[in-house]
Structures are given as C-alpha cells and as structure tokens.
Nanobody, 121 residues
Framework: QVQLVESGGGLVQAGGSLRLSCAAS????????MGWFRQAPGKEREFVAG????????YYADSVKGRFTISRDNAKNAMYLQMNSLEPEDTAVYYC??????????????WGQGTQVTVSS
C-alpha cells in the first residue's frame, strides 16, 4: 500500500495562489491513478481533481475547473495541485488519494493525512 504525505497548505488571501504537493512512497506510484479531495468544516469530503497514471488525462470538479491544475511527476513519485484565484469557499483540509477512479474519485485505496488550506476574504 502506498504511503502519501501532503504539504504546501497555508493561509492565503482571496485571489491568491497555493501549490500543494503529495509525496508517495514505493516504486509503484506510476501505476496508480491519483487524485485530490477536500473537506470543509461540517461538510462531507468531496472530489476535487483526478489524474491518470501517465498524467495525460485530468479531471476536475466543476467548482475548481479553470482555477486548479493537477499534475504529477512519476520520476519524483509526486503529485501536485496548483490552486489559483482562491476563494474563501476553497477553505478546507486537502487530501491526496491513490488508486482511485480519476474521473469520479470513487474507490480510493490510500489516503494522505491532509493539509489545511485557509483562504481569507
């Protein structure tokens, strides 16, 4: 089972940008579809973005489309989420996820511990 560690969260003003990183252990990272989820206080965890094994196919929730970009570097066992034009509604704990359906976020096999993103108005 792959181990996942997120980083890059923090406090940013509305309209600003952050880049989240997910570091994965093991030599099989390139074989996993990957994704990002988020969970705001009092709300259910929701799918944000997914990426296929090669990095060519990417998928986004409507709420972040055009503002967030998911990418991966298989040589570094890493995945990223570039978040631009951040809004207070983006405030949440962001989770890295492995071995899932990258289009829908279904059937996640592994989760990271999460990183907090706070967007002030």
């Amino acid at each position: 089972q792959v181990q996942l560690v997120e980083s890059g969260g923090g406090l940013v003003q509305a309209g600003g940008s952050l880049r989240l990183s997910c570091a994965a252990s093991g030599r099989t990272f390139r074989l996993y579809n990957m994704g990002w989820f988020r969970q705001a206080p009092g709300k259910e965890r929701e799918f944000v973005a997914g990426i296929g094994m090669s990095g060519y196919n990417t998928y986004y929730a409507d709420s972040v489309k055009g503002r967030f970009t998911i990418s991966r570097d298989n040589a570094k066992n890493a995945m990223y989420l570039q978040m631009n034009s951040l809004e207070p509604e983006d405030t949440a704990v962001y989770y890295c996820a492995a071995n899932l359906n990258p289009e829908t976020g279904a059937r996640v096999a592994s989760w990271g511990q999460g990183t907090q993103v706070t967007v002030s108005s």
